[in-house]
RNA sequence: GGACCCGUAGCAUAAUUGGAUAGUGCACCUGACUACGGAUCAGGAGGUUGCAGGUUCGAGUCCUGCCGGGUUCACCA
């Protein structure tokens, strides 16, 4: 990599010229910004208490042995403490004949390691599927991909949230006012169906608290005494000890949330490598507790609940089991963490999980520690940021909440009507029709959600998200069908590009910032799994076709009366098309030969 | 109240992790198709990076204090 040749050589600079051996941390090498002639550019700031010499005069000393030591270098120029190179184009042209055959660019191969568990989706299955699960499966899937694409080997996993007292409540309401409805009677998507019950037991509930403060309670007792909430805890108990009614009625409504949420899945092109059920691990959760009992980790208080004291680490008390013996979230995930460890050994457990939820990971870390596994320091919380609306965040009492697959369907009528306005393809079938229409309408909402950093909070604005222009999935979507068509129609001259070893003269200024963008994306990729963040990813892309799109409208391709250069800006156009193919594959976007 | 997070143009977002004159898109205004796809491109306008100090060659980025917003501290998950 030429940075690794910039940064060796100007180290043997400033101990040829300084006679000062530096840190590798002084030689700062970064590119050149646009504004400024130049592809690569040394900071030198950090270098003047070498030299002892202003920072232009020391630029301009290290320049002219570097020029002279270093093959890939043909010029510099000093602006200030910035030593800016210009690479010798015969560097970018040997990278670029070297790699445009590559189908995998940029991507690198698996390799024989631990693997990394990256948590996602965990849906509760008393409700659907909605916006913030959407920005929490699409960032899940994505960085588990763009972890594989850096040579891990990953195991996408999710843990469904199957039962408790959430669970009940849905469960409790079905039995008292559902009246005998499913799926197949009713014609609703069983998560919705499911879902619906549980806001009936909401609103009931509700309706008894009122009914208990009028007859003179106070609020706080009547949220625990009504008798509906009594009625969901003693299901919860029974489910705890295996009551056959309750559990065969569970399995029913379970499987109807499971089918209801595979349709949206399947739709969004989400899937898991393991799934594992809350039902199942909750137990091991409890094994814990107790061994944290014996070691003293925890106590018990006079009721027979079980906490850990945590107000030495600055935190509070956490509770790990109810009075009444049944678990909570921690122990669960006390459990679950320690199965998934057992499983797979991995290096690293990546949560999924959103940033409201960042003080019971940290608790979760340090109960963890205390309990003496040494592993939970391999626990990483990517923790992201909520999704609002233009007005403010989703309630569902208040009915705002955006439904996913919902907003799914209103993808795919904007993408129908927005390319049956444009009546460019009325030979596609109806089949071909709905494969691009669906490739449109996910590439604008896995775009529109995964380009925003994912620790941030980010507005959704329906309106913006639905629009096909500027910084948009359909028109990084559109570049690549482009690119796809000029191939197509050059393939169709009998062009025999591919192997072309002649290049011209000299190299345009955006052919060379298209091969340098090219050039960049493998680091992107590293960056990108380094911080978990399919956003660099994204914003790259958007790059390379934007670039793309301006050389397209300077340069003149398939009438090039200059066949070197034609076919040296044929094998660009197909190295950038398979470079933007592989960076969206990595954001789970699919593009289009025509659009 | 304690802990943590966030304030960048009307809106949405970037900034090579402390580097040069803070980029980009939407919206707004002006232009470009008898050359390969106009879902495109070129140009214009829009900023005291919440405020005030500090650290240093250099601060949107680090430190302190304010102002504003959010999350969390549940026998909810």
Redesign the pocket.
């Known amino acids: 990599m030429i940075e690794n040749i910039l940064q060796k050589s100007a180290t043997e600079c400033v101990e040829a010229l300084y006679g000062q051996h530096v840190a590798k941390q002084m030689i ?6 646009p ?2 002639e ?1 592809d690569l ?1 040394l ?4 270098l ?1 208490r070498m030299s002892k010499k202003a ?1 232009e005069a020391t630029a301009q000393e290290m320049g002219e042995w570097m020029l002279a030591n270093v093959e890939e270098i043909a010029g510099f120029n000093v ?6 190179f210009n690479i010798s184009e015969n560097y970018w042209l040997a990278f670029f004949s070297e790699n445009k055959g590559k189908l995998g660019y940029g991507l690198k191969d698996t390799k024989d390691s631990q693997p990394i568990v990256v948590e996602y989706s ?1 849906p ?1 299955t008393n409700k659907p599927l909605h916006l913030g699960h959407i920005r929490n499966n699409l960032l899940g899937w994505s960085v588990a991909e763009l972890l594989k694409a850096n040579g891990k080997d990953v195991k996408k996993v999710n843990l469904v ?1 199957d ?5 009940c409540k849905s469960m409790l309401a079905w039995q008292k006012w559902g009246e005998g409805i499913n799926p197949a009677s009713s014609g609703l998507k069983g998560d919705k169906l499911v879902g619906d019950y549980y806001v009936k037991f909401d609103k009931e509930y509700k309706a008894e608290i009122e009914t208990l403060i009028e007859q003179g309670q106070d609020r706080k007792s009547a949220e ?1 005494q009504a008798p509906l909430l009594q009625e969901a ?1 003693t299901m ?1 108990r029974k489910w705890e000890d295996g009551d056959a009614e309750v559990r065969k009625l569970w399995e029913n409504m379970n499987q109807w949330v499971y089918d209801g949420f595979d349709v949206t899945y399947n739709r969004m092109g989400i899937d898991f490598d393991k799934i594992y059920h ?1 039902s199942e691990t909750y137990l091991l959760g409890k094994s814990l507790v107790k061994e944290g009992l014996e070691k003293a980790v925890f106590f018990r ?1 006079d ?3 079980v906490w850990c004291d945590l107000s030495g680490d ?6 790990l ?4 013996g ?7 995930d006390l459990g679950t963490a320690q199965l998934r460890y057992d499983d797979f050994k991995p290096s690293d457990l990546v949560y999924v999980v ?7 990971f ?1 608790v979760l870390e340090l109960i963890l520690t205390k309990l003496g596994k040494s592993w939970a320091e391999n626990i990483h919380h990517l923790s992201y ?2 999704v ?1 609306l ?1 007005h ?2 989703m309630k569902s009492r208040e009915g705002t909440v955006v439904d996913a697959d919902d907003l799914m369907d209103e993808m795919y009528q904007t ?1 129908k009507k ?2 049956e306005a ?1 009546g ?2 009325d030979d596609f079938t109806d089949e071909e029709s709905h494969q ?1 229409y669906q490739m ?1 309408s996910l590439g604008a909402l896995k775009y ?1 959600i995964l ?11 329906p ?2 998200s639905i ?6 999935g ?2 990084i ?3 690549h ?6 191939i ?3 393939n169709e001259m009998g062009l025999t590009f591919s192997d072309s070893l002649t290049y011209p003269a000299k190299l345009e200024k955006k052919e060379k910032s298209l091969i340098k963008l090219l050039y960049d994306f493998p680091q992107i990729v590293d ?1 990108a799994a ?2 978990y ?1 399919p ?2 990813i994204a ?1 790259f892309a ?2 390379l ?2 670039e ?3 050389f ?9 009366t200059n066949t070197a250069s034609r076919d040296f ?1 044929l094998g660009l156009s197909l190295f950038t098309a398979n470079t933007i193919q592989s960076a969206m594959g990595i954001l789970g976007i699919q593009v ?4």
């Open positions: 700062q090498i970064q590119k050149t910004r504004e400024f130049g550019t900071v030198v700031f950090p003047l920072p602006i200030k403490g910035f030593l800016n965990s509760n949230n039962r408790g007292i959430h669970i625990q805890k919860l809350e208080k009721d027979g609940s600055g935190l509070d008390e956490k509770i089991l109810r009075a009444d049944t678990s909570v979230y921690m122990t669960q959103g940033n409201e939820q960042n003080y019971h940290e940021g909520m609002e233009p403010g965040k993408a927005t390319t444009l460019k393809f691009l449109l529109f380009k925003v950093d994912p620790k941030k909070n980010m507005t959704f604005n309106q913006e629009d096909f222009n500027g910084n948009t359909p028109f979507q559109y570049t069908a482009r690119i796809r068509s000029i197509r129609k050059a960056q380094e911080a963040s956003a660099l914003n958007f790059d076709a934007k793309y799109n301006q397209y409208h300077e340069h003149i391709i398939l009438k090039e800006r289009p030969e025509r659009m």
